[in-house]
């Protein structure tokens, strides 16, 4: 079988016989045989490679985009002087649930630090959540506050 190198590397192959006119080109660049690409019956042979498709034993893996993910945000709860405690506590239950006990903590540690994180989401859901816990607060006469930041 013989092989030589055409201008961009590739191997010629010899298919059928020594003759130039059955030597086909694996990069499909250059001479042609006399049947045109991927023209005719069926012969038994490999279907020859378009101009764009290049065959040098490369696997090229594509890269995936790095994304980052999304930034997270803390729903916080500001103290007040007028709120009750069990109003706090069932906002942390209904709104964001927490059990009693750590409705509990996290009720404690809006006491008596000014304010406390209730939890950590995208932003869509903690813009959500502050609403809603603010409509709550309003529609049962609480001046309870909830806010957000970036995590």
């Not at 490679?49 to 980052?68: C, I, N, Q, R, Y």
């Not at 502050?130 to 957000?148: I, K």
Request: charged share 25%; glycine share 8%; proline share 6%.
């Amino acid at each position: 079988m013989r092989r030589g190198a055409c201008h961009c590397n590739a191997v010629w192959e010899d298919v059928i016989s020594g003759r130039p006119e059955n030597r086909r080109k694996l990069c499909g660049r250059g001479a042609k045989s006399s049947n045109a690409e991927g023209a005719g019956p069926y012969n038994g042979r490999m279907p020859r490679k378009t101009s764009h498709e290049h065959d040098h034993g490369l696997v090229v893996e594509t890269s995936k985009p790095e994304v980052a993910p999304p930034p997270r945000y803390q729903v916080l709860l500001l103290n007040d002087d007028y709120t009750p405690m069990d109003f706090v506590v069932t906002v942390l239950q209904q709104f964001f649930n927490l059990d009693l006990e750590r409705a509990t903590q996290v009720m404690l540690h809006v006491h008596t630090r000014g304010r406390g994180v209730c939890g950590v989401y995208s932003r869509e859901v903690a813009e959500s959540k502050v609403a809603q816990v603010n409509e709550f607060s309003r529609m049962n006469q609480h001046p309870l506050l909830c806010t957000m930041e970036q995590a």
